[in-house]
């Protein structure tokens, strides 16, 4: 809100620089975000952020009270007058159908008013924070506005048919043309004041064009009302129509402002207007909603709250600048009434921040709290996600952060089924709508912008998050932490080795590191299916299921522009925290030297590594101590559709150190079985 | 050199060692190789050498000049060997590439990648408060309005929730608009004391610009005892300001609003980029906006089953895009997001 200076200065007298009022208000909890200077008002202009708590200090009387507040200085409050006569005849007809919305209404009627632009010094105010005039009318009831915070309307009285004022709510299919020109199709939830026969303002928010005052105006009826707070938050959000009225009357108003906020208006417009005919007698339907209450506040509660005592006399000095009245009921005791423009303040520790804030936030001293220290157990899952981060850190990959709402189009043309998934109905940006329920997507993009800025072509990148999909118990969507990595290109040349391209295995092989690490064994990889993927390997570990890697199919490479082979995985931390052992213990070393012997052996394609390596441990597992394959070779000498594999085998015996002959033995044994139960041949 | 068989005379002998006591050290001291080195050495020292021929001679010279002649060729000899000795040593320490290596070629690295600077900024603000015996816990993402917004004592059709603009789902869920749905979680399955802190994602429908982005983090913290008073939270985050921002921070505590602390205050530090003498990043101020904090509402007490009598304490929440923004200097909140390789191995 834009406070002027000059206009401050009417309600308490202060004769510091406006850089140390702006301090001043600053630490008192008024925020003031910027100081502008407009020479040609000769005027000072402070923009200040204002809570949703104080609509009090919507207005320039309550900043100045604020002001008077926090430098002890006398407060005066905009005068409404002197007294006019006033017609009791012609006090106007309102019907209020609708109490609980509107709980007290109040109209005047101006008769024979004659009026022109306003006086400079209103004019020059509103201008400076940034209204322009229009005419002594509609420029008092925004004067009022922005000097005591309660918002007014002024109807042309003869465009009101059946002269008379109806709150009610609006009918099916009303409509109404608001006077900033736009057609509001109104709901039986919206609060309006109409005439006989149609609204001429939605309630609080804004007036109807149909009645709006002109400069041919000669009979009006100034409404002053306070509307229920909520009812007209939910018209305001209703038609997306953010008003100064609706965002004062949202967050309350004086209820006894309601009536001086009228007369302060009647008094303007009799002082301004070039004539006055006739002032009615003021209609009120309902009752001022103010009702006199106090709270009861021990003078010792501040402290236990804050840490700092505070005497008495200055709690009670700080409650009075504010305009709340402190009676001493007994010792240490106080019984605090508030005053009507304070309906936030409720409960005692509501009056505790009041008391903080006058004394100063600063001026508390800081201290350490007493602890009794306890041992708190670290999650699992958060020390997987330590690992998996360095374990993907040390393997070279980058870590991403990207956004959990992803567009759906890839999952539609893949034809992935999205039926337990969850979707924002708001969404920020249309086409992120849905809550991720795999990261593939994400790292994908993540590739395909790094591709198009030129990043080169080994990208090695993993993320950290949650996935979503299903639904818990309590109907709330299942969320997974979950580690996704992508693998993409060719490893960096350098100028010792030649480049390669990435494989599945690279990924693979990260993963059983990662395995490894979490001490979880009896891992088993199968072949899987996934609609990102050509080819697909799912990861399990004692039957559980941990996540999937696999080579990303041409098409989603088309898809997302990336040019070269790329690699995904992603596998559940939670899943790998169940699993996750952090125990080690130690094994004695080996008494007796091993001897490792090799093996190549030429079979179909179609024999798989794993077949060979289980045969060869299974022939001797009191010997045999480790398989590694260590070469594949397809080429010459190698008959098509064949493969050679080598295998590196470590043989040791716990009882003694093993001949060359005995090894030799157990060798030649398991070559010629190899070679039947793979119908392989022994490689020359 | 000379004949084996060969003897010297006594006028022989003492020419051989006047010439040899004058060159041989220095004649060793020149050789500029090993090879060199060991010609010398032969020369010296072989069978063939002068001085071993002296040795071999001294036995036909007559005896009163035996002795002194003797005594001079053992102590030349001597001397030689310990030249001969050092020269070796010199020698083999001068380096002799057969090839010519260039040392200026790049190492090979193992290549490591780079934490994501929010992970970082995450870790370096957990791991103070994990110092001050905070328990790192975590929440959800997707959450009830109950958890979002009414236990934290922001009723429904209050303006108090304009400041919290939300994403709902389709089934009435929301995503969380901020990490103190997290105190709630706790609080409700818990009894204190408690210590707690904890990062995570939350989501606003913000217009996204250079400042603001529809998906962020943010870091909760709770204490709640019988005891912890305001002023222990000004002293806590005292602690944790100065540890993230520098000894020499400043800090500025200002009243302000939220639903669910009371009092409440927003934190400033002393701008560290002009030392508080007003720059561009703290708009010419001094002093940077980077959280909020607060004693804990009663209502919130009351929301999770509390006794608000009984016990007391405080909260606070930061933004971890902010505090990362600022102490790195980064301008676009965007560039988190968009993992350009360029800008993620920075962070190395």
């Known amino acids: ?684 | 050199m000379s004949d084996p068989s060969e003897v010297y005379t006594h006028q022989n002998i003492k020419e051989v060692l006047d010439e040899l006591e004058r060159t041989a050290s220095s004649r060793l001291a020149a050789a500029e190789s090993a090879e060199e080195l060991e010609k010398l050495r032969l020369e010296f020292f072989g069978k063939k050498a002068r001085l071993s021929l002296v040795m071999r001679s001294l036995g036909s010279v007559p005896p009163e000049e035996r002795s002194l002649l003797g005594q001079r060729a053992n102590s030349l000899r001597k001397s030689l060997e310990e030249v001969l000795a050092k020269e070796s040593a010199r020698l083999s320490k001068v380096l002799h590439p057969r090839a010519f290596l260039d040392l200026t070629l790049p190492g090979i690295r193992p290549g490591r990648g780079a934490v994501h600077p929010i992970t970082r900024t995450i870790a370096q603000i957990t791991e103070i408060f994990e110092k001050l015996n905070f328990e790192w816990v975590e929440g959800r993402e997707v959450e009830t309005t109950f958890y979002n917004f009414t236990a934290l004592n922001i009723p429904e059709d209050h303006p108090s929730r304009d400041a919290f603009d939300t994403f709902f789902t389709r089934e009435g869920h929301l995503l969380r608009s901020q990490t103190s749905t997290v105190q709630i979680r706790v609080m409700e399955k818990r009894k204190p004391p408690l210590r707690i802190i904890a990062p995570g994602r939350v989501y606003r429908p913000d217009t996204v610009d250079a400042s603001h982005s529809f998906m962020f983090h943010q870091i909760e913290g709770l204490m709640v005892d019988e005891k912890t008073t305001f002023s222990d939270l000004k002293g806590v985050i005292h602690v944790f300001l100065r540890a993230l921002f520098g000894k020499k921070t400043k800090l500025r505590f200002r009243p302000h609003f939220f639903p669910f602390t009371e009092p409440s205050v927003e934190v400033d530090v002393s701008c560290f980029i002009c030392d508080a003498k007003g720059c561009s990043v703290c708009g010419q101020k001094g002093w940077l906006e980077v959280m909020g904090a607060g004693s804990v509402d009663p209502n919130v007490f009351e929301a999770v089953g509390y006794d608000p009598g009984a016990v007391q304490g405080f909260a606070f929440g930061l933004g971890v895009e902010r505090i990362a923004m600022l102490k790195y200097g980064i301008t676009d909140i965007r560039l988190f997001y968009e993992n350009d390789l360029r800008f993620l191995r920075q962070f190395q």
């Open chain 1, 1 to 684: 809100m834009k406070i002027s200076l000059n206009w401050l200065k009417d309600y308490v007298t202060v004769r510091k620089s406006a850089e140390e009022i702006a301090s001043v208000l600053t630490s008192g909890g008024l925020e003031v975000k910027g100081i502008e200077k407009v020479p040609s008002l000769e005027d000072i202009l402070l923009e200040i952020e204002i809570t949703s708590n104080r609509p009090d200090w919507l207005s320039h009387s309550g900043v100045a009270r604020e002001v008077a507040a926090l430098l002890d200085l006398p407060f005066k409050f905009p005068s409404c007058g002197e007294k006019r006569i006033r017609d009791k005849k012609s006090a106007p007809r309102v019907q209020v159908r609708d109490a609980g919305k509107c709980p007290y209404y109040t109209g005047c009627l101006l008769e024979g008013v004659e009026f022109g632009e306003s006086p400079e010094m209103i004019r020059k105010r509103l201008e400076a924070v940034g209204l322009r005039p229009i005419n002594l009318i509609v420029d008092v009831t925004n004067y009022v506005l922005l000097e005591m915070g309660q918002p007014l309307h002024a109807f042309d009285y003869d465009f009101l048919e059946g002269k008379k004022i109806i709150v009610r709510s609006a009918k099916e299919k009303e409509t109404l043309v608001a006077i900033n020109g736009e057609e509001i199709a109104l709901t039986p939830e919206d609060l309006v004041i109409a005439d006989e026969k149609r609204a001429v303002a939605i309630a609080g928010v804004m007036g109807g064009k149909n009645s709006e005052v002109n400069p041919r105006t000669r009979n009006i009826l100034l409404e002053s009302a306070y509307f229920n707070p909520s009812s007209v938050r939910r018209s305001s959000k209703r038609f997306n129509l953010v008003s100064e009225s609706s965002y004062r009357f949202e967050r309350g108003v004086d209820p006894v402002a309601v009536d001086t906020a009228r007369e302060r208006a009647i008094d303007l417009i009799c002082r301004y207007a070039k004539r006055v005919g006739k002032i009615s007698a003021v209609t009120r339907c309902g009752k001022n909603p103010f009702r006199k209450r106090a709270i009861r506040f021990s003078t010792g509660f501040p402290a236990r709250i804050l840490g700092v005592r505070i005497p008495e006399a200055k709690i009670c000095n700080s409650l009075k600048s504010l305009g709340l009245k402190a009676r001493k009921v007994h010792k240490g005791v106080l019984s605090v009434s508030i005053p009507s423009f304070r309906a936030d303040l409720a409960r005692p520790i509501d009056l505790v921040e009041e008391v903080a804030r006058l004394f100063s936030y600063d001026r508390i001293p800081e201290t350490m709290p007493e602890i009794h220290p306890a041992l708190w157990e670290e999650k699992s899952l958060r020390r997987v996600e330590a690992l998996l981060r360095r374990v993907f850190l040390g393997a070279g990959f980058n870590e991403a952060v990207t956004f959990s709402l992803v567009n759906e189009r890839i999952f539609e043309k893949l034809g992935v089924d999205l039926k337990n998934t969850t979707r924002v109905i708001n969404p920020q940006n249309k086409e992120l709508t849905l809550l991720r329920p795999t990261l593939f997507p994400s790292l994908l993009e993540v590739l395909k912008g790094n591709v198009y800025r030129g990043s080169g072509s080994d990208l090695k990148i993993f993320e950290i998050a949650n996935i979503f999909g299903g639904e818990t118990p309590g109907n709330l969507p299942a969320e997974q932490m979950t580690c996704g990595f992508a693998l993409a290109g060719m490893r960096k040349n350098h100028w010792l080795e030649k480049t390669r391209n990435y494989a599945l295995f690279d990924v693979k092989g990260v993963l059983e590191e990662i395995l490894e690490d979490l001490g979880i064994r009896d891992v088993s990889f199968c072949a899987g299916a996934n609609a990102f993927f050509e080819e697909a390997l799912s990861v399990a570990a004692s039957g559980k299921p941990l996540g999937m890697i696999g080579k990303v199919s041409k098409a989603v490479r088309d898809y997302y522009d990336i040019p070269f082979d790329v690699f995904l995985g992603e596998i559940s931390s939670e899943a790998l925290a169940s699993l996750a052992s952090f125990d080690r213990s130690f094994r004695a070393l080996p008494k007796f030297p091993a001897s490792r012997r090799d093996i190549s052996i030429v079979v179909k394609e179609t024999v798989c590594a794993k077949e060979i390596v289980d045969l060869i441990v299974a022939h001797h597992p009191a010997w045999i101590r480790q398989v590694e394959v260590a070469d594949v070779y397809r080429g010459e000498k190698i008959p098509k559709g064949s493969k050679s594999m080598t295998f590196s085998i470590e043989y040791r015996s716990d009882e003694h150190t093993l001949t060359a002959e005995e090894v030799s033995r157990v060798q030649d044994q398991l070559v010629e079985l190899l070679k039947s139960r793979t119908e392989g041949s022994l490689r020359t």
